[in-house]
């Protein structure tokens, strides 16, 4: 089972940026690809990003593409840095971890972590 705790959500106003991380309580870290969910009241679950084991491999929301950067470093963190905010981007964003190739389907990811709240003003 993998520990996963999300940091960096907030409030920022439309256009402006945020970086959040996701940190991985996990010896085998590299086995697992990580991808970022966003939840809104009275909405399903919504991919946004996923980075591969070894960071090779990203695919992104087509809402976010051009504004969301996925990457992951050796000490056990991915982050996301979303730029060019819009309002339609406040959500709750969590990270999901899945042991073997990155997957777009929430349904395929066995750890979350608590999730952290974005909001984007206008």
């Known amino acids: 089972q993998v520990h996963l705790v999300e940091r960096g959500g907030g409030l920022v106003q439309a256009g402006g940026s945020l970086r959040l991380s996701c940190t991985a309580s996990v010896r085998t870290f590299d086995n697992y690809a990580i991808a970022w969910f966003r939840q809104t009241p009275g909405k399903e679950r919504e991919f946004v990003s996923v980075?591969?084991?070894?960071?090779?491999?990203t695919r992104a929301a087509d809402s976010v593409k051009g504004r969301f950067t996925i990457s992951r470093d050796n000490a056990n963190i991915v982050y996301l840095e979303m730029s060019s905010l819009k309002p339609e981007d406040t959500a709750v964003y969590y990270c999901?971890?899945?042991?073997?190739?990155?997957?777009?389907?929430?349904?395929?990811?066995?750890?979350w972590g608590q999730g952290t709240q974005v909001t984007v003003s206008s």
């Open positions: 980075i591969s084991r070894g960071g090779g491999t």
């Open positions: 999901a971890a899945r042991r073997g190739y990155v997957s777009t389907e929430g349904h395929d990811y066995a750890d």
